[in-house]
Each structure stands twice: as structure tokens, then as C-alpha cells.
């Protein structure tokens, strides 16, 4: 199976092989692209013209580190939703003309359901039942994952996804853009005890039965830095403490609410997804918790973690097997619920 991932800044393409649960890696290239750096943020236009010129050298790129040829290709999967609605549209036209070219089938893939099952090529046990959460740049999803295809969505967020409250904060403190590591690495040198920003959507007597009680809201704590910056008389003293006040908040809500839907699902496993995974504090704080529920937490690496096209190609096959597969029509959307949703 060939991935293909052009939803944001990210040209990706990736070989797999195998059947049901028993799938290998084969091949992962994933070309970033620089240029939105200069801009502090992701520039549609410019990220569309980049997957265009990009995508075939990515994909012969994947093929050839794989010791693969287009013959050796029997179906494609590529991210159609949710994403940059031009970027998308990149990936989609290529993956199905491909597809008719070779005489071979293509789906579409929901990015956020790939994020689902990337953690799986590298935890073999990262598989369902499980309590998922995909915390991204654009997404914060709390998953109750009782098979592959049946989602109770438990959670999301009211306003800032994750990784942009980490990427928004990056700016307050004068940090490049993407700001996540660069947040974390600055909080590592911080002292705990001088910010202690109120967890957001996280109160003692809160019960399962709140609207509120798997919801995740990030929009205050970044007016909370907002004002702690303005407050400094001396910035470059208090940056760290700042970051470190931040991320210890955002990270305490966000394994509150995993470890609720855990307990009260009665699951065993954890397994994280989306670029905020990488924070080597996020993975340590639900680790610390895993004994609460005599289970395991499962945390990607930095590749599988952040955009790329080998968990599309996972999230494709379990499709494909299950004979769902695109016409020629298949078309791209900006925003779409994550596919499989059963009632919470
Ligand atoms: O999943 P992803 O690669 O792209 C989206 O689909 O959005 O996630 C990117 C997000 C960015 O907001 C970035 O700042 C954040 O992941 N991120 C991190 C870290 N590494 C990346 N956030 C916190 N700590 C990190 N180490
Ligand atoms: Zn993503």
C-alpha cells in the first residue's frame, strides 16, 4: 500500500506491507517544508505550489527506498480530509490519477484516523480497545477506540487545539514557529513553582455526568501567559518560568481527562497520536499515572507522531480490507468528523 499525506506543510509518502495487524514499514519520506518559517505560520497558497512540485520526486523517493517499484504497488491511500482544502486537493488528484493509471484502487483517509492508528506501526499492542488521544496543530481529540472503525468521540477542544496554544505561546515568549519543542525545551530550565496557571476545564467535583467533564479548553491559559508576560519587569528571567507554568497546566488538563476516559472505559491502554505527542513531559506525566489503571501508555516517536503518509497507509488498509474503497470522484473536504463515530 502506498500513503500519500499533502494535508498541511508536510509532502509525505510511505510504503507498507502486510494484512490485518501484521504490517511492516517498508519506506517513509516526509519533505517539510521550511519556507512558512519566515511567515510564523502555514501559508495555504505557498504549502499547495510546494506539495505540487514535491509530490512525484516524494513518492519515487519512498518507492526506491523501499526497493519498490510502481508494479509493486496494489492499492493507494491518501489523506482526504480534514486539512488545507489546496494542499488536500494535491494529494487526491495525484493518488487518483496514479490509481487509474496502475488500474488500482485508492481511498481516502481521514488525517485525524491515521494519527488513530500510527502509533500501531510502532507498538504492535497499540491496537484496540484503547483510550486515544490525538493532540495536533489544528486537533485535540479524547477517543474511547473499542475496535479499529468505532470511535466514541469523548472530548475535544472549546477553542485553541493543543499544539496551537503551544505554537501561540512560542510567539508570546519570542520563539520561533512551529513552537511546541521549543516551548518544551525553554520549560525544561524553568521553576515550577513561580506561574502556577489554573488547569483549564479541570475542577475536583467535576462528575461524568458535566458537559465539560472530557472537554478541553486552552484559549485561557494563553490569555493567563499573555498576562504574565505584560506583568514581567525582567522577561528574560521569567521566560522559562513561564513555559514551564504553561506546559505543567496544559499537560495536567489534557492527562486528567485521558486517565477519566481510561477508568471509566475500563481501558487498559493509552495511546497518544498528533505532534504534541513528541513532548517528552506530556509522555512522562501519563506514564507516571499508568499504574491507575494497571495499563500501559503508548507514545510514537517524532516521525509517526507528526504529519506523515505511513500512518495514512495503515488507517488506507484497514479500509481497503474492509472493501471500502474510493471511486474516481473521491473528493478532498477542509473539515469532516473523523469516520466510525458510534454514540459516546
Ligand atoms: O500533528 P502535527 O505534526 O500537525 C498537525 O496536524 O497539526 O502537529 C504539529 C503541532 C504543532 O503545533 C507543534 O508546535 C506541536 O505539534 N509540537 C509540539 C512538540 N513538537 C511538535 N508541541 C509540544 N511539544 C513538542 N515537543
Ligand atoms: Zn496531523
Redesign the pocket.
Known amino acids: 500500500m502506498l500513503g500519500i499525506e499533502t494535508?498541511?506543510d508536510?509532502t509525505s509518502a510511505a510504503f507498507i506491507e502486510g494484512s490485518g495487524e501484521n504490517v511492516s514499514l517498508r519506506s517513509l519520506v516526509i519533505l517539510s517544508q521550511d519556507v512558512h518559517r519566515v511567515f510564523g505560520g502555514v501559508v495555504p497558497e505557498i504549502a499547495s505550489r510546494a506539495h505540487l512540485t514535491s509530490i512525484v520526486p516524494v513518492v519515487s523517493r519512498a518507492l526506491s527506498d523501499a526497493d519498490a517499484t510502481l508494479e509493486d504497488v496494489d492499492a493507494i491511500a491518501v489523506t482526504s480530509a480534514p486539512?488545507l482544502i489546496g494542499a488536500l486537493l494535491v494529494g487526491v488528484c495525484y493518488a487518483k490519477s496514479l490509481a487509474y493509471a496502475l488500474g488500482i484502487p485508492v481511498t481516502g483517509v481521514h488525517?485525524m484516523e491515521g494519527?488513530l492508528f500510527g502509533t500501531s506501526l510502532e507498538h504492535a499492542d497499540a491496537v484496540p480497545p484503547f483510550t486515544g488521544l490525538l493532540?495536533?496543530?489544528?486537533?485535540t481529540l479524547l477517543l474511547d477506540v473499542e475496535a479499529w472503525g468505532r470511535y466514541r468521540l469523548l472530548g475535544s477542544t472549546r477553542d485553541d487545539?493543543?499544539?496551537?496554544a503551544?505554537?501561540k505561546v512560542?510567539k508570546l515568549l519570542g520563539l520561533p514557529y512551529?513552537?511546541?519543542?521549543h516551548?518544551?525545551a525553554l520549560a525544561r530550565d524553568g521553576d515550577p513553582g513561580r506561574f502556577r496557571f489554573s488547569r483549564p476545564m479541570v475542577r475536583r467535583t467535576d462528575t461524568a455526568a458535566d458537559e465539560s467533564f472530557y472537554a478541553f479548553s486552552f484559549s485561557g491559559l494563553k490569555t493567563a501567559v499573555l498576562n504574565a508576560v505584560r506583568g514581567s519587569d525582567d522577561l528574560e528571567r521569567d521566560r522559562a518560568d513561564i513555559a514551564r507554568g504553561f506546559?505543567d497546566s496544559l499537560i495536567d488538563s489534557l492527562v486528567e481527562k485521558t486517565f477519566r476516559a481510561a477508568r471509566l472505559h475500563g481501558r487498559r491502554r493509552i495511546v497518544l497520536?498528533?505532534?504534541?505527542a513528541?513532548?517528552?513531559a506530556?509522555a512522562a506525566a501519563m506514564r507516571a499515572r499508568a499504574g491507575e489503571i494497571g495499563g500501559v501508555v503508548f507514545v510514537p516517536s517524532?516521525r509517526i507522531?507528526?504529519?506523515n503518509a505511513a500512518m495514512i497507509a495503515r488507517a488506507g488498509l484497514f479500509h481497503l480490507e474492509r472493501g471500502e474503497c474510493a471511486g474516481l470522484d473521491l473528493n478532498a473536504y477542509a473539515s469532516q468528523p473523523i469516520p466510525g463515530l458510534i454514540a459516546a
Open positions: 494535508s498541511c508536510e486539512g488525517h494519527h493532540v495536533s496543530g489544528g486537533h487545539a493543543a499544539g496551537e503551544f505554537d512560542a512551529p513552537g511546541g519543542r516551548v518544551e506546559q497520536g498528533g505532534g504534541v513528541c513532548n517528552g506530556l517524532p507522531a507528526t504529519d
